[in-house]
C-alpha cells in the first residue's frame, strides 16, 4: 500500500489538498512531539517527521532554533526513528522522514533506508540532496519500496523540473519563494505558474510549502496544488506550549478547493 | 595572463569522490550560472586583463619569494624559501580570489555582494574588492568572532560594508557559511555569493582554486631564477578550508614530478583531545555547505564544532580537492597543535623578522621537523599566507596565561 499516494487521493476526493504538516522529531521534547504529532494526525493527511540537524541551511530561524533544542535534548537519527515507531502504531497516515543528507551519509544509506521502512516510514524529503547526487539512494530506495521526495523551486529550469519530476517517486515538493522555511506575508504571485510548469510534465502530485502559515495562505496554494505543506507556523505553536488543533483545523479548512 | 585549466574536478564537480553540490534546489540554477559565466570569463582576454592589472597594481603582485637564510640555518636543514603573500594589499592571499570574484560579479551584472568570514580576512579582503568595484558588501560573521576580531569588524565598516553577525549554532565561520547560504537563497536573482575558501558546490572549489593559483605559478618561474629549477623537494601551506594551500599545491600537483606538498591542519589541544580542526586527521567523510569532503561529525552527522587558536582555521571541514589529494596519496596531511604553532608564531619574529598570521604559524611550525629531516641540499618553499598584526594582542593574551599558569604550578 502507498499511503502517500492515498493521502493525496483521499483529499482529492473531499475536493481538496492534501494537508502536509511538519514537526521535528524530539521538539520541544520526544513526549510533546508525540503528543502534537497525534494531534496533528487528526488534521493532517501526512507527517513530514523533520530529523533535527546542526547545519540546516534551508531553514529559517524558527526550525534552526527547534532543532537545537532538539539536539541539545538528546536526540539521534536512531531516536527520531522510535519516535516514529511509537507513531505508526497510533496511525495509519503518511509519515515521512525530512532530513539533510549528511545524517543519511553518516548512518550509512542501506542502512537508513532499512531502518526507516522497519518502523513504518514512507518516504524521505531531501531538501539538500538534489538527484543528481543520489544516484546511489535512488536505486537502493527504489529497491526497498521507500519514496524520495525532491524539491523544485521558482529559479527551476525546464530540464531540472523534468529530471525532479521524473525521481521523485513520493510526491514533488514546489518550494513557492527563493528562500528558506518561516511564515510570510502571501505567497508569491508565481507559485501558479510554478505548479502548472511540474503538472506539464507529471501526473505524481505536487504540494508547495514555504510560507504557509494560515487559511488565506493556504487557500491560495489550494486552489493550484495538490498538497499544502505548513512546518514553521506549527513549530512556533508547538514551542509554545500550545495544542495544535486551532491551527491545524484552520490550515485543514483552508485546503478546501472549492 | 591565463587562468589554469587542470585535469579535476569532472563535469559533476567531482574531485574523485569528493565535491559535487548539495544544496537546495533554489540555487542549482544559479550555480550552472556561475559556472558557465566563469567558464566564459576565462576565455576572455578583456576579464583576464582587468583582472592581472588589478593583481599588479593593486594587489601588489608578484609576491616575493624570499629565503629565509637565518630561519634556514637556524634549522640546519632544507633550503627555505618564504613566499610573501603576507605582503599583498590586505595582508593576506585572500584578496587574490576576491578580486576575481567580485569582478566576475560586476560582469555578470551583480550588485550586491555577500561574503562570509570567520577572522575576519576574507571579509576584509572581500570588502576591499567592493570598495574598489562600487558593489554593495555585506559580511556575515558569527557572533563569537565579531567579539574576538573586533578590529576587522571596524575595517569591513570603514571599507563600506555591512557586518551582519550570525547567532546561530556554534556562532562561528561555520554558522556565518551557513546564514550567507541562507541569504544567497533568498536573494539568488540580483546577488554574489564570494565565498572564501575552496568548499562549498561546485563551481566554487575550482574557481578559487584557479584565482590563488597564480600564487604557485609565480613560485615556479621565482624559484627557476634563483635554483635553476622550478619545481622544490616540498611545499608547505596551512589548511583551513584550504585556499592558500590549493594555490601553491594546484599548480604542483598534476606533474608528474611533483614535489611533496604537505598540508599543516590545526590540531588545537591534539587530535586525541576532540577540540582540534584537522578534518584529515580526525574526521570522517561527509557533506556540510554543499560538497563532499572530510568533515569532523559525530555518528549521527551532526558536525561538531572545530577548535583552533587560529580563527581562520577553526573550521570542521578540508575543501573536496584537498580530501581527494589525501585520498590518493598526492598530497600530506600533518597535524600541528595550538602550542607548537604558538612557538612557529615567535619562530619566525625572532629570526626572520617577519610576524606570521597565526594561520600561517601553523606551516613554519612543521619546518621545525621538515627542514632537518630533508637535509641541506634540498628546497622548500613555505606559503607565508598572511601577516600576523591581526593575532599579536590574541598570542599576548594567551602568552600571558600561559605564563600565569606556569608561576601557578611552581
Not at chain 1, 189 to 218: H, M, Q, R, Y
Request: proline share 5%; aromatic share 6%.
Amino acid at each position: 500500500m502507498n499511503r502517500i499516494q492515498s493521502a493525496f487521493d483521499t483529499a482529492a476526493s473531499q475536493s481538496r489538498a492534501a494537508f502536509i504538516g511538519y514537526l521535528p522529531a524530539g521538539y520541544p521534547t520526544p513526549a510533546a512531539f508525540l503528543e502534537h504529532a497525534i494531534t496533528l494526525l487528526e488534521y493532517a493527511d501526512l507527517l513530514e517527521i523533520g530529523m533535527p540537524y546542526s547545519d540546516p541551511l534551508g531553514d529559517g530561524p524558527v526550525i534552526q532554533k527547534a532543532g537545537e533544542v532538539a539536539l541539545a535534548g538528546g536526540m539521534t537519527v536512531m531516536g527520531m526513528f522510535a519516535q516514529a515507531r511509537e507513531l505508526r502504531q497510533r496511525t495509519d497516515k503518511a509519515l515521512m522522514v525530512m532530513t539533510y543528507y549528511n545524517p543519511i551519509l553518516s548512518i550509512g544509506e542501506e542502512r537508513f533506508v532499512h531502518a526507516a521502512l522497519e518502523v513504518g516510514i514512507d518516504g524521505l524529503i531531501l531538501p539538500d540532496l538534489p538527484p543528481d547526487e543520489a544516484d546511489t539512494l535512488i536505486p537502493l530506495a527504489r529497491e526497498a519500496g521507500l519514496k524520495l521526495t525532491f524539491l523544485l523551486a521558482p529559479t527551476s529550469t525546464t530540464d531540472r523540473i523534468e529530471l525532479v519530476s521524473r525521481e521523485s517517486t513520493g510526491f514533488i515538493y514546489a518550494v513557492s519563494v527563493t528562500g528558506v522555511t518561516g511564515s510570510r506575508v502571501g505567497i508569491p504571485e508565481e507559485v501558479p505558474l510554478l505548479v502548472a510548469n511540474i503538472k506539464a510534465v507529471t501526473d505524481k502530485p505536487v504540494a508547495v510549502g514555504f510560507g504557509i502559515s494560515g487559511f488565506d495562505t493556504a487557500q491560495s496554494v489550494a486552489k493550484v496544488a495538490d498538497g499544502v505543506v505548513v512546518g514553521s507556523a506549527l513549530v512556533v505553536t508547538a514551542g509554545r506550549g500550545d495544542s495544535l488543533e486551532g491551527l491545524a483545523a484552520e490550515i485543514l479548512s483552508g485546503c478546501r478547493k472549492t | 595572463m591565463t587562468l589554469p585549466t587542470y585535469p579535476l574536478p569532472n563535469a559533476r564537480g567531482r574531485y574523485g569522490r569528493f565535491g559535487g553540490r548539495y544544496v537546495p534546489e533554489t540555487l542549482i540554477p544559479a550555480l550552472e550560472e556561475l559556472r558557465i559565466a566563469y567558464e566564459d570569463a576565462k576565455k576572455d582576454p578583456a576579464f583576464l586583463g582587468e583582472l592581472q592589472t588589478i593583481l599588479r597594481e593593486y594587489v601588489g603582485r608578484p609576491s616575493r619569494l624570499y629565503f629565509a637564510k637565518n630561519l634556514t640555518e637556524r634549522l640546519g636543514g632544507a633550503k627555505i624559501y618564504l613566499k610573501r603573500e603576507d605582503l599583498n594589499h590586505t595582508g593576506a592571499h585572500k584578496i587574490n580570489n576576491t578580486i576575481g570574484q567580485v569582478l566576475l560579479a560586476k560582469r555578470m551584472g551583480k550588485r550586491r555582494i555577500i561574503a562570509e568570514t570567520g577572522a575576519g580576512q576574507h571579509g576584509v579582503a572581500t570588502a576591499t574588492a567592493c570598495a574598489l568595484m562600487g558593489l554593495e558588501c555585506i559580511v556575515y560573521q558569527g557572533e563569537e568572532d565579531v567579539r574576538r576580531q573586533s578590529l576587522n569588524v571596524f575595517r569591513m565598516k570603514l571599507l563600506g560594508a555591512e557586518v551582519r553577525p550570525v547567532s546561530s549554532g556554534t556562532r562561528t565561520l561555520k554558522d556565518a557559511t551557513n546564514e550567507a547560504i541562507r541569504d544567497w537563497v533568498t536573494n539568488v536573482r540580483d546577488t554574489f555569493y564570494v565565498l572564501g575558501s575552496v568548499v562549498g558546490p561546485h563551481p566554487y572549489p575550482a574557481m578559487v582554486r584557479d584565482f590563488q593559483s597564480v600564487v604557485g605559478e609565480e613560485v615556479k618561474s621565482q624559484l627557476l631564477e634563483v635554483e635553476g629549477r622550478s619545481t622544490p623537494d616540498a611545499v608547505v601551506a596551512c589548511v583551513g578550508g584550504g585556499s592558500n594551500a590549493i594555490g601553491v599545491f594546484a599548480p604542483y600537483a598534476y606533474l608528474k614530478d611533483r614535489p611533496r606538498l604537505i598540508g599543516v591542519e590545526a590540531a588545537g589541544h591534539g587530535v586525541e583531545s576532540g577540540l582540534h580542526a584537522a578534518s584529515v586527521a580526525g574526521g570522517k567523510v561527509g557533506v556540510l555547505h554543499g560538497s563532499m569532503m572530510y568533515l569532523l561529525s559525530d555518528e549521527n552527522g551532526q558536525i561538531t564544532p572545530a577548535h583552533s587558536i587560529s580563527a581562520g582555521l577553526d573550521y570542521p571541514g578540508i575543501g573536496p580537492e584537498h580530501s581527494h589529494y589525501s585520498e590518493s596519496g598526492v598530497a600530506e596531511y600533518v597535524p600541528v597543535t595550538d602550542a607548537e604553532a604558538l612557538e612557529g608564531f615567535k619562530l619566525l619574529s625572532e629570526c626572520e623578522g617577519i610576524i606570521p598570521a597565526l594561520e600561517t604559524a601553523h606551516a613554519i611550525a612543521y619546518l621545525r621537523t621538515l627542514a632537518p629531516e630533508l637535509g641541506k641540499d634540498k628546497v622548500i618553499v613555505v606559503n607565508l599566507s598572511g601577516r600576523g598584526d591581526k593575532d599579536v594582542q590574541e598570542v599576548m593574551r594567551v602568552l600571558e596565561d600561559m605564563e600565569a599558569t606556569r608561576a601557578v604550578t611552581h
